[in-house]
């Protein structure tokens, strides 16, 4: 079943933001709700707890950890629907304690160590190659980003934490985001599992669900869909909102076959309660000789009766894999030069493009503005 359920290789999703500039989320760890218990155990819940003191060169906190019976017949969540993040990980060399504190604190287990971890970021689709054509090769690519965390596994129980969210690796020295979980059994496996509230328990924020081995990390995001965050801007000159990618202002000058029909603009938050918008660059154009409307930097052409577009909206239906979904994009994207092609009457091998002569040499090119049609 947790093979189904729980493919360590599967593409992980991006990370959910986590806004630590307003008061720290409290971190109520146990399996669940009492009725998440009561549905997914056989078992009747047991209720304990036990406080272990944080090790701090500048004061010492008290961590509790509320503990139900660990031993549950399913998952606490479908992580089929979840979000995942997966790591790559391994020890820091240099150990943050010295073997005289480590004795010092005997045999509690409450000094960790940290990791450092490459996060395996969603795979994402770019252009390798563009042909004379006009027409390009995609792939997918995978990249991975580093973290470091403050990480300690105890007998019943996990800190797993941001270092810079931590004064030490040590338990009960990480005091934002959500770093204390759970150990929680399914069938023979191990577990970690925390509720992530704020508002002092009062607003169910996420669940995460973790996954360890002595090199990889796996997490399932369960996000409360009734929650929105509100993010607060103090104390800033200018905050830009919104963009759109066009072209630079001077782009058309002097160019009596272009006709602007758009800018793009930034918007802009003052300090207060005043809002400016800027124009920064051209949006859209028409080319009355051509009966073409061109927009998003070339990317979407529209003639008369149709429209070319390289990237167009991404349909709802989940692709079979990364590589799938790029491939799909690359199919949409020489699709278009077909298009783009074919409605310019261009002949056999020539590329229409919104370019300088003097800029793009090649005979494939053929920069409409500029110049007239090549002969085939």
């Not at 819940?45 to 019976?69: G, L, N, R």
């Not at 509690?108 to 390798?128: F, M, Q, T, W």
Request: with cysteine; charged share 25%.
């Amino acid at each position: 079943m947790l093979k189904k359920i729980l493919p360590i290789g599967a593409v992980a999703f991006l990370l959910v933001a986590c806004d630590n500039s307003s008061s720290s989320p409290e971190l109520v760890i146990s399996p669940g709700s009492s009725q998440d218990v009561a549905e997914s155990s056989s078992s009747q819940a047991v209720s304990s707890s036990s406080e272990v003191p944080a090790v701090s060169s500048s004061s010492v906190t008290t961590v509790t950890v509320t503990t139900k019976d660990p031993v549950l017949d399913s998952l606490p969540f479908d992580t089929l629907d979840a979000k995942q993040e997966f790591y790559n990980y391994k020890y820091d060399e240099v150990d943050p304690f010295t073997p005289e504190q480590r004795a010092a604190e005997g045999a509690d287990g409450v000094l960790g160590r940290y990791i450092n971890a490459k996060k395996k970021e969603r795979p994402y689709c770019s252009i390798d190659e563009i042909y004379d054509s006009g027409k390009a090769r995609f792939s997918s690519k995978v990249t991975w980003t580093d973290i470091k965390f403050a990480f300690l596994v105890r007998e019943d129980s996990l800190l797993l934490a941001e270092a810079d969210d931590c004064e030490s690796p040590a338990w009960g020295d990480c005091k934002n985001g959500y770093p204390y979980f759970q150990k929680i059994m399914i069938g023979d496996e191990a577990f970690y599992y925390g509720n992530i509230t704020a508002d002092a328990g009062k607003t169910w924020l996420e669940s995460r669900l973790i996954r360890l081995t002595d090199s990889t990390i796996t997490i399932w995001i369960k996000s409360n869909p009734l929650y929105t965050s509100v993010i607060y801007i103090h104390h800033v000159d200018t905050v830009a909102i919104i963009h759109r990618e066009g072209w630079p202002m001077d782009m058309f000058e002097g160019d009596s076959l272009v006709t602007i029909l758009g800018y793009t603009d930034t918007l802009y938050m003052l300090e207060g309660d005043s809002v400016t918008m800027r124009f920064d660059g051209i949006d859209t154009i028409f080319i009355e000789k051509y009966n073409l409307k061109i927009t998003d930097k070339e990317n979407t052409w529209i003639f008369e009766d149709q429209i070319c577009d390289k990237y167009p909206p991404v349909l709802d239906t989940v692709p079979a894999s990364p590589e799938a979904e790029c491939r799909g994009h690359e199919i949409d994207y020489n699709r278009a030069i077909d298009c783009i092609h074919r409605n310019m009457n261009a002949p056999e091998g020539v590329y229409p493009r919104l370019c300088r002569p003097e800029r793009i040499v090649s005979d494939s090119v053929w920069c409409f503005l500029d110049e007239e049609m090549p002969k085939p």
